[in-house]
T-cell receptor, first 113, second 112 residues
Framework: GDSVTQMEGPVTLSEEAFLTINCTYT??????LFWYVQYPGEGLQLLLK?????DKGSNKGFEATYRKETTSFHLEKGSVQVSDSAVYFC????????????FGSGTQLTVLP | DAMVIQNPRYQVTQFGKPVTLSCSQT?????MYWYQQKSSQAPKLLFH???????NEADTPDNFQSRRPNTSFCFLDIRSPGLGDAAMYLC???????????FGPGTRLTVT
């Protein structure tokens, strides 16, 4: 079945450091890929998405590129802020799949001032 | 702003006492979902409504039920909560079955 594998956390960075959170997926066909962010005590917010190969999703300084050849959708940000501290979930959805969204296990990011 | 609203944000119930969680949306999305999220885990889909059609996940316990009286509202009923049902419950909506989902802030359920 479809699956999403995320980089193990927690990740701790200093403010203004470069962030990469790795995400790879296993799926047949052409899934759409998403990054969701969850701040403490809150629900999930859609951060960015990509619906086809080579698409780049971007939002709030975060970027991720849909790489079909490596089945990856790594999240990057050039300079993190304390306010970026949250849990980040990579996810996929695919037409015809019984499961609407397949989530990765989540990566806790802590940014220190 | 169009949004997904969940009430209450925090709910405490007693072991075995039925509880209902509420979700409403102003996005006019036709699909509504309920997820259970336990600490440090990814959300787990319990069921979803596509319009009025109810779709239960195979491993969702019978203890969990849902109602969708109209497009805007969806309820999660837990008939006899156990200690293991303590979790964050997330409601989400989408336009169509495989487009991005918009999540509410969640209801944190405590079972005493």
């Amino acid at each position: 079945g479809d699956s999403v594998t995320q980089m193990e956390g927690p990740v701790t960075l200093s403010e203004e450091a470069f962030l990469t959170i790795n995400c790879t997926y296993t799926a047949t066909g052409y899934p759409s890929l998403f990054w969701y962010v969850q701040y403490p005590g809150e629900g999930l917010q859609l951060l960015l998405k990509a619906t086809k190969a080579d698409d780049k999703g971007s939002n709030k300084g975060f970027e991720a590129t849909y790489r079909k050849e490596t089945t990856s959708f790594h999240l990057e940000k050039g300079s993190v802020q304390v306010s970026d501290s949250a849990v980040y979930f990579c996810a996929l959805s695919k037409a015809g799949s019984a499961r609407q969204l397949t989530f990765g296990s989540g990566t806790q990011l802590t940014v220190l001032p | 702003d169009a949004m997904v609203i969940q009430n209450p944000r925090y709910q405490v119930t007693q072991f075995g006492k039925p509880v209902t969680l509420s979700c409403s949306q102003t996005l006019n999305h036709n699909v509504m979902y309920w997820y259970q999220q336990k600490s440090s885990q990814a959300p787990k889909l319990l069921f979803h409504y596509y319009d009025k059609d109810f779709n239960n996940e195979a491993d969702t316990p019978d203890n969990f039920q849902s109602r969708r009286p109209n497009t805007s509202f969806c309820f999660l009923d837990i008939r006899s909560p156990g200690l293991g049902d303590a979790a964050m419950y997330l409601c989400a909506t989408s336009r169509g079955q495989f487009s991005e989902q918009y999540f509410g802030p969640g209801t944190r359920l405590t079972v005493t």
